[in-house]
């Protein structure tokens, strides 16, 4: 079982649709969750963190966590053709000597 | 302005000649580390520093090499590149090894070793 396991996708949404994405991490004890937006070529870039249950919302971007199932997701409302890129899940995992250890990430296509 | 600054951005290379991308960043932050990205494997990391002088292996250090003799910067070595080290490499810094300290990310460095 990998660490942090995420759909390859590709996912594709057409434009104003709410795209969905999810995260499974496989320690129970990690405490710190991230997602980060990278676009081909480019270096990866922070959208959203959460660190508590429930739901976190930062504009269009809600994240949420579910620690009892292990699962992180990002809900993207209203999405845009500027959306598409690859989704980074990132955890921090308990013990772990690494500082953040990513998913394989979901390739996202906002179709216009 | 904060940044990490990776050179070169692109590179071709033979196997088996020595190379060294650089890395530096203008953040006095202690901890540095390398990440390699392929297809279908996310980012996986080589190699971190939590300060000056201490340095670990991550992931995937073989055939890679790392020093940190000063704070700002973290070089990445190969010793003798391999056809299987054509990679997207990334270096990143960060305050201190907290994870909830915002990591910068270098604009990242394409090596093909043919």
């Known amino acids: 079982q990998k660490e942090v396991e995420q759909n390859s996708g590709p996912l594709s949404v057409p434009e104003g649709a709410i795209a969905s994405l999810n995260c499974t991490y496989s320690?129970?004890?990690?405490?710190?969750f991230f997602w980060y937006r990278q676009y081909s070529g480019k270096s990866p870039e922070l959208i959203m963190f959460?660190?508590?249950?429930g739901d976190k919302e930062d504009g269009r971007f809600t994240a949420q966590l579910n620690k009892a199932s292990q699962y992180v997701s990002l809900l993207i409302r209203d999405s845009q053709p500027s959306d598409s890129a690859t989704y980074l899940c990132a955890v921090s995992l308990a013990g772990s000597a690494r500082q953040l250890t990513f998913g394989s990430g979901t390739q996202l296509t906002v179709l216009p | 302005e904060a940044q990490v600054t990776q050179n070169p951005r692109y590179l071709i290379t033979v196997t088996g000649k020595k190379l060294t991308v650089t890395c530096s960043q203008n953040m006095n932050h202690e901890y540095m580390s390398w990440y390699r990205q392929d297809p279908g494997l996310g980012l996986r990391q080589i190699y971190y520093s939590m300060n000056v002088e201490v340095t670990d292996k991550g992931d995937v250090p073989e055939g890679y090499k790392v020093s940190r003799k000063e704070k700002r910067n973290f070089p990445l070595i190969l010793e003798s590149p391999s056809p299987n080290q054509t990679s997207l490499y990334f270096c990143a810094s960060s305050l201190s090894f907290q994870s909830r300290n915002t990591i910068y990310f270098g604009e990242g460095s394409w090596l093909t070793v043919v």
């Open positions: 959460i660190y508590s249950n």
């Open positions: 320690d129970r004890g990690s405490q710190s």
